[in-house]
């Protein structure tokens, strides 16, 4: 007992004041670099990468040479290939650096409660309805767990609580926010005017316009839903996951936007979680 309180009392007497403000700026960069990727497609790249660091440290530790081996190569080739990958997050880090806005806090919440979902539905599904039988063309995206801050910094804020009059006049034609897409967090509709990625799949049907492939393209890229109104013959549609389900009918638009936005319950430790109605 006396020696480890003698070990504790030279690592006290060791410590400079310096050392703790070293120590106190590190985790304060690491909490910013955090708060600056949430929000944005690095997080679930990231994730990925701890689970690469956690598999080799268990490799080595159980001493899988082969599979050591091969998470080290990965690795490696991993060290060439972030700064590619996460080339929009160190871009807008910079630039935010630049502006002085790595020092500031953001906020990106979804549905503050399960109630809330119901709701929004229902206020799209009135908004798609009016924007199908008037054949006005309309692209609404809707944010789940893979931040779009990206896209969004691309529009127009908007800042208002989701409502049918609210998405119906936004893409009223030769209105200034009809052309782009809407972007949807929670309750919130975000931004307005917002490009997005267009889908690369030489699948598609040559039919699909630049609305549709925007909607299939972000869907690829993330796991949100497009919501697409056909401008051309009123048709409703579904993306999800690089798919599109089209031709929906009001009560067939609500079941499926339900299925996708209402979480699964499920019981038990899972290590990786399955997206809402996949």
């Keep these: 007992m ?90 807008r880090g910079l630039e935010q650096l630049g502006r002085g806005k790595f020092f500031s806090s953001r906020s990106t919440t979804l549905f503050q409660e399960e109630e809330d979902i119901p709701k929004t539905i229902n206020e799209l599904t009135k908004a798609t309805s009016v924007l199908s039988k008037n054949k006005i063309g309309a692209l609404i995206i809707l944010e789940r767990d893979t931040g779009l801050v990206d896209h969004i910094e691309t529009g127009i804020p908007i800042g208002a609580v989701v409502s049918s009059e609210l998405l119906i006049n936004i893409f009223i034609p030769n209105t200034p926010l009809h052309d782009g897409a809407v972007i949807i967090r929670g309750q919130n509709v975000l931004a307005a005017s917002c490009f997005l990625p267009l889908s690369d799949n030489a699948s598609l049907s040559k039919e699909l316009g630049t609305r549709h492939r925007a909607g299939i393209g972000i869907s690829e890229q993330s796991d949100a839903v497009a919501v697409i109104v056909s401008e051309e013959t009123g048709a409703i549609s579904l993306a999800a996951d690089g798919k599109l389900t089209r031709n929906l009918d009001e009560q067939s638009f609500r079941e499926y936007l339900t299925n996708l936005l209402v979480p699964v319950k499920t019981s038990g430790f899972t290590l990786f979680k399955g997206k809402a109605g996949s």
């Design 2 to 91: 006396a020696d480890l309180q003698t070990t504790f009392e030279k690592l006290v007497s060791s410590l400079r004041l310096l050392d703790a403000l070293d120590v106190i700026i590190v985790a304060f960069v690491l909490y910013r670099l955090i708060l600056m990727i949430r929000g944005t497609r690095a997080v679930q790249l990231l994730k990925g990468v701890v689970m690469i660091l956690l598999a080799t440290g268990i490799a080595h530790t159980l001493q899988l040479g082969a599979l050591s081996w091969l998470l080290d190569k990965i690795l490696t080739i991993g060290l060439f290939a972030i700064p590619v990958v996460f080339q929009p997050e160190f871009r």
